[in-house]
């Protein structure tokens, strides 16, 4: 008996500051739903117990997709935010997106097209500021 997990969609995390909780992540298929915390594609976690994380995502079907993740260093299941809604915790985009002043990038900013079985994405995680 053999067993598939077809299309594999591999994250390397650098940008670890502290080994405790996990890493986050959420992948979004759509531009409409991008960043809404209860519309992603897929999820997944990792603990955070290296500088580095592989997030590994099985049956992933090929096409262009967006990447949230965050260091949720306190496992909560949620970002931790100061009374300005900046995050506290590090966090990082597919496609090396960067954050403005005026907020999040855009889906477009964040895309990724996926069209190899094996592929793997980095994404650096950072502070707010």
Same mark, same amino acid.
């Given at each position: 008996m053999s067993t598939s997990f077809g299309n594999v969609l591999? #994250?390397? #995390?650098?940008?670890?500051?502290?080994? %405790?909780?996990?890493?986050? @992540?959420?992948?979004?298929?759509?531009?409409?739903?991008? @960043? *809404?915390?209860?519309?992603?594609?897929?999820?997944?976690?990792? !603990?955070?117990?290296?500088?580095?994380? =592989? &997030?590994?995502?099985?049956? &992933? !079907?090929?096409?262009?997709?967006?990447?949230?993740?965050?260091?949720?260093?306190?496992?909560? /299941? %949620? =970002?931790?935010?100061?009374? @300005?809604? &900046? !995050?506290?915790?590090?966090?990082?985009?597919? /496609?090396?997106?960067? $954050?403005? &002043?005026?907020?999040? $990038?855009?889906? *477009?900013?964040? %895309?990724?097209?996926?069209?190899?079985?094996? %592929?793997?994405?980095?994404?650096? @995680?950072r502070e707010a500021f």
């Amino acid at each position: 008996m053999s067993t598939s997990f077809g299309n594999v969609l591999t #994250f390397k #995390f650098k940008g670890l500051k502290e080994l %405790k909780g996990s890493v986050r @992540l959420a992948i979004y298929n759509s531009k409409e739903t991008f @960043l *809404d915390e209860k519309q992603f594609f897929r999820s997944a976690l990792s !603990p955070a117990t290296s500088e580095v994380v =592989m &997030i590994l995502v099985a049956d &992933i !079907p090929y096409g262009i997709y967006a990447v949230a993740a965050f260091h949720d260093s306190d496992d909560n /299941n %949620k =970002m931790t935010k100061n009374f @300005l809604g &900046i !995050p506290k915790e590090l966090f990082g985009f597919s /496609n090396g997106a960067q $954050p403005s &002043i005026l907020g999040a $990038p855009s889906f *477009d900013e964040s %895309k990724i097209d996926f069209n190899a079985s094996a %592929k793997v994405f980095e994404i650096n @995680l950072r502070e707010a500021f």
